[in-house]
């Protein structure tokens, strides 16, 4: 039996080097374990929001935000001072030419209207005037004419017969030269009188053009004065939509002072802004997307505001004439001005810090999606959401796109908790 004990004893003498062995070993591995994930971070996956790199064509888009704006608009204002009595229709109503907005009321128009009325009477009725009294004098110089006309007519006759008693004695010499010289008397008379009638008719005939002038200035001012009194009943102009009415009831306004705005409905632009970093890429002739929640409207951008608000460009997005239902003046819309295509480039997702032409880290995870590493990254151009990789990143890598700026660590480990 003593023999048999100390065999059992050398054997496990025998064992204790390897069990050494595999404890040193066990310990090593989670030394390097322990050294390697010292600094790593435990976050939750359900936190973090993750881009793969992909390939392929990518179009460069700015996006923007805006309004709708009529193309065509009226701005209404008052002509004369006047108080609102009326109001006919509010913003958002649809309106043709002779829509009645707004009426209002000054007695004094009403008054002037009446003085310029009863003074056009006054001048209409001293033009009848005149053409009687002118008519009165030509009759009367008819008169005058006709019987000079008579008495050359009857010397005419006697000089004729004295003509031929003359020779015979029976008319003497002197009563025939008596006779000759009251004919061209007469004959000289009836043919300054026919002048005098003529250049009378010509006076007569300017006596009534000055009249006629004195009345077509006073109709000009009654039609000045109607045409005040008329603009007292605001009408819009032109078919549209009520955009903006800018009186309440009872209000005194003063002459320019504005009423309402009119814009057309079917001619509409997009006004939208755009940073003031991206506004360079912008071009006109370039193509634009507007979304109005409901449809989507390609447009072309068509002018470029030079004065940058608030850190902002606008840019005005020429629409086509065939607009969707959705489509009204000042509606809020979305658009994507597409600057270029990019062709066959490594892009991925925007990281909330990401920004185009410069470098970043970012954590790229590994082959089991369990562990992230940060690594320096160089992004290319911009595309909307999208980002070009131009160094750090290969097709299929998964990087984490959440702000993680906070964090010192250049490993994460990821969780599914």
Known sequence: MDVKKSKVKQSKLKSMPVIGGLAFCLLAALTWYVSIHAGATTVKRTDMLFGTVKKGDLQVEIEGYGALRSDKQLLITTLTSATVQEIVLKPGALVTKDSIIVQLANPELQQQVDNANQELSQRKANLRQLKLNQQREILNESGSFAEMEARYE???????????????????????????????QLKKRMNIHKQRTVALKLVNQEAI??????????????????NRLDRLTVKAGFSGVLQRLSVELGQSLAAGQEIALIGSVQDLIALVRVPQSKAQQIFIGQKAIIDTRRDKIIGTVSRIDPVVVENTVEVEIALPKQLPSSARPQLSVDAVIITETLTNITYMERPVNGRANSSSSLFRLDDSHDYAMRIPVKFGKEAGRYIEIIEGGKVNDTFIVSDLSLLKNSELTIENF
Do not use: C, H, P, R
């Not at 006759?157 to 061209?184: C, M, N, R």
């Open 209 to 226: 053009n000055i009249q006629l002038e004195q009345i077509k200035q006073q109709q000009g001012q009654l039609n000045i004065a109607q």
């Open 154 to 184: 009857t010397a005419k006759v006697k000089l004729e017969a004295q003509s031929g008693l003359v020779k015979s004695g029976i008319v003497s010499a002197l009563d025939y030269k008596d006779s000759l010289v009251q004919e061209a």
